[in-house]
T-cell receptor, first 113, second 112 residues
Framework: GENVEQHPSTLSVQEGDSAVIKCTYS??????FPWYKQELGKGPQLIID?????GEKKDQRIAVTLNKTAKHFSLHITETQPEDSAVYFC????????????FGKGTSLLVTP | EAQVTQNPRYLITVTGKKLTVTCSQN?????MSWYRQDPGLGLRQIYY???????DKGDVPEGYKVSRKEKRNFPLILESPSPNQTSLYFC???????????FGPGTRLTVT
């Protein structure tokens, strides 16, 4: 499948600081970009998503921005808390199949008190 | 409670011994999918299904089979498991495959 590159692979921030995770994708026809949070021992859970007709979406402390021209999108977490510590995955829909997602390799976020 | 369930959660088996991992969802979702998660490789799709009797290959289908005889169930079958299929497996479902996917808790499989 098409590639989704995710950076950084690990991120450590202090409680209260902001965290930013960036993804780039190669399929210019991708139109759906979800972000998943995976806590230890659990399955991924959707935290926010954005579609290609929107440039930014916010939900409390979490926001996602999308730049379709540059083919990149980012997750922003403000006022981080220890419970934000988890692995975060970005994903992009595939144009050759409307029913599949290409996932990034994940970012392990650690928020230290 | 809306959920995706998988069984078993943990499985240790030997090379060549056929096994099935079950997946069931209670949300009346059309779309179901299987992923495997390996360190450094993220989530890779194995198979997906858009509806009963409709299945298609994902990125890494070799060595796996699936079936969708009922809307709620989507079992993953390993006819002859090999050690390179040792992994963490997730089942997911979604209303139509173009939006949110709900993941199960995972099945950790070890093939010796």
């Amino acid at each position: 499948g098409e590639n989704v590159e995710q950076h950084p692979s690990t991120l450590s921030v202090q409680e209260g600081d902001s965290a930013v995770i960036k993804c780039t994708y190669s399929d210019s026809a991708s139109n759906y970009f979800p972000w998943y949070k995976q806590e230890l021992g659990k399955g991924p859970q959707l935290i926010i998503d954005i579609r290609s007709n929107v440039g930014e979406k916010k939900d409390q402390r979490i926001a996602v921005t999308l730049n379709k021209t540059a083919k990149h999108f980012s997750l922003h977490i403000t006022e981080t808390q220890p419970e934000d510590s988890a692995v975060y995955f970005c994903a992009a829909s595939r144009s050759n199949s409307g029913y599949a997602l290409n996932f990034g390799k994940g970012t392990s976020l650690l928020v230290t008190p | 409670e809306a959920q995706v369930t998988q069984n078993p959660r943990y499985l240790i088996t030997v090379t060549g011994k056929k096994l099935t991992v079950t997946c069931s969802q209670n949300m009346n979702h059309e779309y179901m999918s299987w992923y495997r998660q390996d360190p450094g490789l993220g989530l890779r799709q194995i198979y997906y299904s858009m509806n009963v009797e409709v299945t298609d290959k994902g990125d890494v289908p070799e060595g796996y089979k699936v079936s969708r005889k009922e809307k709620r169930n989507f079992p993953l079958i390993l006819e002859s498991p090999s050690p390179n299929q040792t992994s963490l497996y997730f089942c997911a479902s979604g209303r139509d495959g173009t939006g949110e996917q709900y993941f199960g808790p995972g099945t950790r499989l070890t093939v010796t």
